[in-house]
């Protein structure tokens, strides 16, 4: 029997009259509950019998390891008398046990059996429980007395429609899945998450947090303090049933009594003071969230936010992150000094087919909140995107993390598995930048720069994140980056040396790697590598875009177009001279001379807002006399240069350029993803466009190419195109030309647009080569611009797009949805078919006009319906059609549309 250097005992003793005990006399434990600490426990419950008589007896304390091995035993001092139809209160506190503290990075567990003699009669309860303590205070948390940053992954798996749901269901029919989710989640290092499978927890040490999971979302929800004796009795009831769910697990560490609740009613403010108060009665051992993500502190002992950052677009929430200095507002103390926790964060999440749905169904953001909306491989650049997103505010925030501020935690809602068979967990790309971001040893860079021309110099800052408990001192040791071809060629390395952290630092400098010379573009990986005796404890990689200059060369075949160059500032003529561009320079837009060149480009910043008109009207007259003009970013929006209707907007904090036709001439080399934003060693400006304009009346869509819009659902147009007479106008309010020196891939669109600008004819409206098949971005390209004020919306869901666009009143005072189609066709028309999905049985109706002429109106039925309309006999010029479907119900879905011809 080990030594117990101290007990405190307290037996509330009823009263201690001996009786004669039957021989099978059946004894039990309840309400227990064991609070532990790293070498203490105390042990709270009632004993109590259903016989006739009073029985006293002893209680016996065993405490085992996982092996079955006994390191402790202890027998209370005091005999106890249990009476009949009664219980006897116990209450103990052991002390100096000889155990060892369960950490998530080793969690050790043990058995406590408790056991009552009375002669031949016995009672025994045995329980799993581990020891620790688990703390908030000064602004951390502390497990077993020492500093520690929870590295988390909301409760998994998620889905947010019907389809997710059934394979979730089927999958967790399955046998092994506990085990194998929460072993993926263990690989992935999260030491916290929110699971049902708490044993499993306990034996893998991933730590546990309440709200349904173990937690107290099963009490009512009042909005006022409860008042009546029996409205509190029967709410501590709630309270002690929750609790008596992860008492003896170590793992969970914070109960949380309610999500999302309205955070500013005074009544539920008032009511969580109460809960607080009622759940630190029961249990005194954890720190408590009244209000989980909204009361960001208030009646809690943890300050937690849900910040959606990359849910809408990723812009400037993922500035912020890059570098740790720009998270100010965290580097504070503050809300009570309580730690800081993200505790919902990162969401963006892929569905079971691997994509960002066309609807927002549930949770889900949609793929025209980023550069996802005309891809021609939606599932793989919307696994593309989740990962950057997943990558960046793991990194970023663990990187701010120090013992100088508050932030103690990031707890990622993003779905990182594909349960697509109902049988089977697979990883999707978010889980391993999951696995990567979440070591206890972290590796990782904070640059915004990550495209390159050769002979750069790669400028970036390393850090060193020490969060292994385990290991309180981490040896000096090696960081090694080395630039990897995608072959794995090493292009080029360096070392550096680190010294030796103590646990819970950030550790960080600089280093520089000349970039050698390629003679094609190369995506490469920075690979990072600490090392430390030989053994390599920490790895992480950064993708890296490098290309030799003359991959933005513009061409020199196309010299021999004339080519006008107006730039009074200098800065586009030297760009286009140092990549063999030949042009002539002009010193004045009403120069008569301007005629003879077929091409004109206007350098950036060449122009002023008060010439506005002026300029115009100069442009229009070159553009009807077929001459072709690139008008690159000026200090004003350039959206003012087209005669069109249109709204200037702001695109501060949206980053992603979303392009239209990827596969055209003008974005050859290019890729939907590369134009995320630009990359600038300095990060004063990774936009890749700041100012954007909206259309307002559908119609001026005859006139107007779009290239690439931005926004919130896509609907600011940045890069567009003006037809007019034989030529074109091209305003561009991205920052390419801004950008073209510095980032390769810029550089690569500036050439594009340099040849495209030279070319003798516009691209102009596409031509329809096959059917349009609505939610397949690829036949949709160029097809239907995404304006949020009319034409069809980028709102689709599965089956297509849904039009809700502009609202009309027909005669009937029906209110409409009009849906707009510009398109040119090889001959003309005979026929043009919609097919629709609707799910209603009330009655509907289409009505379809081409070019402003009503040519039919037909019923939509239940179900799926293909209306087709003749219009052979009409004189409808095969160039620039306008077809506009106009539906008496918002709730009917486009699915497909074909124009026949001969």
Known sequence: MAKIGMCILCLALLFTATVSLAAESVVRFDKLRFITGTDWLQITGVLGHQLSETITGKVMVSIADSAGQVVFTYELPQALSIHPQQEMPLNA??????????????????????????????????????????????????????????????????FSNGADEKLVTSLQNEPSFPTSLMRYLDEANINITKTPYQDLADELGIMNFGNGQGGYAMAPKYTSPVSSPSAIAQL???????????????????????????????????????????????????????????????????DSAHWYWGYHTAGSELFRVRTAGSLAELQRKGKDDLPFVLTETGGNYTDQNGEFPYSRTGNFPTPDYIWIGRSHNVRADSLEYQAIVVKELIEGFRRARSPHNRIAGIIMFTAPFFFSDGKTITPKPAYTEVQTGMQPILVSTDSWKWHYYCGDTLKTNVHLVHDDVLQQILPAGEIRAALLSSTGEILTYTTLQAPELTYYTNWQAPIELVLPEVTAPVRAQLKLEYIVAGKVLSTNSEAIFLAPRTWVMA??????????????????????????????????????????FPALIIGVNSLKGSEVAAVRDLLLAYAEQGGRVWVQKQAFNTGCLLPLSIQ???????????????????????????????????????????????????????????????????NEIVMAEYLHGSGSIFIDCSNTAVKAATDPFAGRLYANLANYIRNPKPTGIPTLTKPVQFGDFAS?????????????????????????????INMNGVKQAAGHLFFNLTDKPTALSFSFLYPSFTRATATILVNGQTVGQRRVDFGQTTVTVDVSELNINPQAIQVTLALSHTNVVVTGFTAHIN
Do not use: C
């Open 93 to 158: 506190v052991l002390t100096n046990l000889p155990v060892e503290a369960w950490w998530p990075e080793r969690p050790t567990l043990y058995h406590v059996t408790l056991t009552f003699t009375a002669g031949s009669t016995r009672g025994e309860q045995t329980t799993r429980i581990g020891f620790r303590t688990f703390t908030a205070e000064d602004g951390h948390f502390y497990l077993n007395g020492l500093p520690y940053f929870l590295r988390g992954l909301q409760y998994t798996p998620m």
């Open 236 to 302: 501590r009831s709630i309270l002690e049933q929750n609790v008596s769910v992860y008492h003896n697990h170590p793992s969970f560490v914070i109960p949380v009594f309610w999500n999302e609740a309205e955070r500013d009613h005074q009544g539920i403010i008032a009511y969580h003071a109460q809960v607080r108060e009622l759940i630190r009665e029961l249990d005194p051992s954890r720190p408590v969230v009244a209000n989980l993500g909204f009361g960001r502190g208030v009646n809690s002992d943890i």
């Open 555 to 596: 061409g020199t075949e196309l010299n021999a177009v004339p080519l006008a160059v107006y730039d009074p500032q200098g800065q586009t003529a030297a760009y286009l001279r140092d990549h063999g561009v030949a042009f002539t320079p002009l010193d004045d837009l009403s120069d008569p001379q301007l005629l003879r």
């Open 648 to 714: 200037l907007s702001s695109l501060a904090g949206h980053s992603f350029m979303n392009v239209d036709r990827i596969n055209h001439s003008l974005f050859s080399g290019l890729k939907q993803s590369d134009f995320r934003f630009w990359a600038d060693a300095e990060g004063d400006d990774l936009l890749t466009a700041a100012q954007g304009f909206r259309l307002r009346q559908v119609t001026d869509l005859r006139r107007l190419v779009v290239w690439g819009t931005m926004g919130a659902i896509q």
């Open 780 to 808: 949709e390209q160029g097809i239907i611009v995404a304006e949020e004020l009319q034409g069809w919306k980028i709102q689709p869901n599965r089956k297509g797009r849904i039009l809700t666009g502009n609202v009309t």
